[in-house]
């Protein structure tokens, strides 16, 4: 079985660090108060709330306790009032939403995983607790959402959730797969931006 401890130490991280993202992005696009508040929530509950709806985990996972909510405050309360010193520590969304991804995909597989759901769907629960709070995130600020660009995004969590997959069925301790899973996300976004990786674009051809 998971370790409960080191879950609800993973979800806590992530919720956070996504509110972090959310409200920097609100910021950049000169939002008011609420609508910084309102983003940051959505990204960092987005995830996770669709995950519990299609797993039927119900009520969902943060309507049960205080402590996301306060936990999401927070951290958009951080990001406005100090919004300089955050930037600080990185001046673009990118090492905020690559700590979310790898947190949530580690959340969102073991859930599946716990509700008897098979592997390959697993993995896309994972996927959809990782990547559903930044697509509204993106969507409601006009942009793009990352998942959409060239850049390896999605294909970090999936090999993430793999690698759990395997070490797992290798009966690797507990919180050994779940650091490793985290830590291998980080390091192929790290990896892929680095040196410039991207996954190869559809094209339709010269007209």
């Known amino acids: 079985m998971p370790s409960l401890d080191l879950i609800l130490t993973f979800d806590y991280i992530g919720t956070m660090v996504f509110a972090i993202s959310g409200t920097l992005t609100a ?17 960092a509950i987005g995830g996770g709330t669709v995950r519990d709806i299609m797993l039927g ?27 300089k010193f955050v930037l600080k520590l990185r001046n673009t969304l990118f090492l905020f939403d690559t700590i979310g991804i790898g947190v949530f995909t580690v959340i969102g597989l073991e859930k599946a995983l716990a509700f008897g759901i098979s592997a390959p769907i697993a993995v896309i629960m994972g ?44 009966q690797v301790p ?30 339709l051809g010269d007209k």
Request: contains cysteine; neutral net charge.
């Open 27 to 43: 910021a950049q696009k000169r939002l008011d108060i609420f609508g910084a508040i309102f983003i940051g929530f959505v990204t």
């Open 174 to 203: 507990q919180v050994i797969c779940e650091s490793i899973t985290v830590v291998t996300i980080i390091g192929i976004r790290l990896w892929a931006v680095r040196y410039n990786i991207t996954m190869p674009h559809i094209s």
């Open 127 to 170: 996927l959809s607790s990782a990547v559903v709070g930044g697509i509204i995130r993106d969507t409601l600020t006009n942009e793009v959402p990352l998942i959409f660009h060239k850049e390896i995004y999605a294909t970090a969590c999936i090999t993430g959730a793999v690698v759990y997959l395997i070490l797992y069925n290798l």
């Open 57 to 83: 985990n119900l009520p969902v996972s943060w309507i049960q306790s205080y402590d996301y909510f306060f936990l999401i405050l927070a951290g958009v309360l951080i990001t406005i009032l100090f919004k």
